[in-house]
């Protein structure tokens, strides 16, 4: 759908699914307007390369001339790579690409001249272009083998930060309410606040738990659709779209006052994250008190068990990481105001200027503690390089606010277990992209004993009690939560039966795991569609068919409807669940992880 440009394109065929994706568009989905050709596909399937002769597949291509490109499948961004070290377009064709097996590495032939110093022999050349600092070294040829480099490296898993002050980076303006993305070439806008009514206001902190949400704090407070804030609570901001043109609704995450965040001076949330277990984890702008954890610095992270959240939150607390353990100091400078966590690596940021174990680096780098515990003895093995190097990217005296690398972890709950909180580990999901809708796929395998068919949706969507006016029908995810009240709708145009149904399974990719599971119900309203459909104006649910049971993240989850196909026709099924902790799913759009319904016949 939507492929109007008249012009050669690159395509992706998933061949498991049936799902046929293009991927000569733009990070936002727009389709390119020159010829693409010549594509190659990683080893693991993620990334593509291609040449291409279109202009606006990344901002600022002047050179007029072709150039190799780079489309990520899970993130959707694309990121030309025929640039010097430093992000300068060639001055002549590029094409001929050739991709190591996980995508770090490119080679690609070249006739420019300007892509690395001292190269004078007015004929082509052989470049290989690294994601990250130091991206174009010439070799002689191309090659697969991975290339060693220091610890940590720089692969730059996608990262995205927001800084304190406004600045024009890469080519792109960014304000203080902003989040940036990088994918350590490019730079590209992925929240625009002043899109959604928090102009002017600076972002402090945020997180991003999936796909289409984000958790924010502010260093003053705001009011957004109607919901005060101050800088002890989070936001929970619901996309619906992302990037140059952000559009969503925002709700009260967490109320800091109810659990003893108030001192409007040194309990502001200057940084935070969500492990994967669901617990919020924080960092403040002053030394915190709060019930039943007493010493708390500003260099620390608090973890928060909740047991509601909301308008009226409640749970408890403990200490996660305490700095002085790990030579953090109690000065403004080393206050922690940015981290994220990866598996045992803990990625910081300062609010000034920080020295550990030799290292010393700027409030605009990462550093990267390898902990080898946390909570009340907190051990740290320091990287001796820093992770990231703002000076070298221009940031020099803008202070790094936040910053993450992967959506990562379930969605936002409402209420978590009350569990001590272990170390997290790092669960990448797909980031929200305007790609072109896939359209509906059936495949049939035939046998001695009957066939077997595929099907993926004509429509998906879901809605959300506490937005009941908003459409979902665009996002990647699909989603359930008992409280508040998010449920999904499916629909299948079952054709091509012509034997008699044995099984039908309705199978879903699961971004974030759940012990109790969804619910698949038959929907008897065939009107409702994706493009349209709020809460407010949702079919009714219907009889239960069959549960998928508990299942983890990141994985395929199955669920019995036999008894409601019958035969060729259209399905409507809806997805629930009785967990008060939100479940993410990944929706139509999301290519190859879309649902399907299997369905066996008789031969």
Known sequence: ???????????VRDTQTGTTRRVSVDSNGVQGNGDSAIAVLSADGRYIAFRSRSTNLVPDDTNGVVDVFLFDTQTGMTTRVSVDSNGAQANNTSDA???????????FASDATNLVVGDTNSTRDIFLHRRGPGSTPPTATPTNTPIPTATPPYSYDPLYLSLTSSQTIGGVSSADEDILYFD???WQIFFDGSDVGVGSSDLFAFSIPDADTILMSFNTNVTVNGIPATPQDVLRFDATSLGSTTAGTFSLHFDGSDVGLSDATNEKIDALSVTPDGHLLISTSGNPSVPGLSGGKDEDMLAFTSASLGDVTSGTWSLYFDGSDVGLAETSGEDVDAFDILGENIYLSTQGDFSVDGLTGADEDVFVCAAGSVGDITACDYSSSLYFDGSTWGLSGNDVDAFQFHPSGPPPPTA????TPTGPTNTPTHTPTATATPSPTVTATPSSTGSTLIFTPLDDAYVNAGSPTTNYGSSTTLRTDASPDLHSYLRFDVQGLSGAVTKATLRVYANSPSSLGCIASRVDDNTWTEATVSYNNAPAVGNALGSSGAFGGAEWINIDVTTYITGN????????????????????EAGANAPQLIIETTP
Do not use: H
């Open 1 to 11: 759908p939507g492929d109007t440009n008249a012009v050669w394109d690159i395509f």
């Open 416 to 419: 978590v277990p009350t569990d």
């Open 569 to 588: 026709g259209a399905y409507n099924l809806a997805l629930t669940t009785s967990s008060g902790t939100a479940i993410s799913l990944a929706s139509r």
């Open 184 to 186: 350590g070439t490019n």
């Open 97 to 107: 690409a050739s991709l190591s097996a996980d995508g770090s590495q490119i080679a």
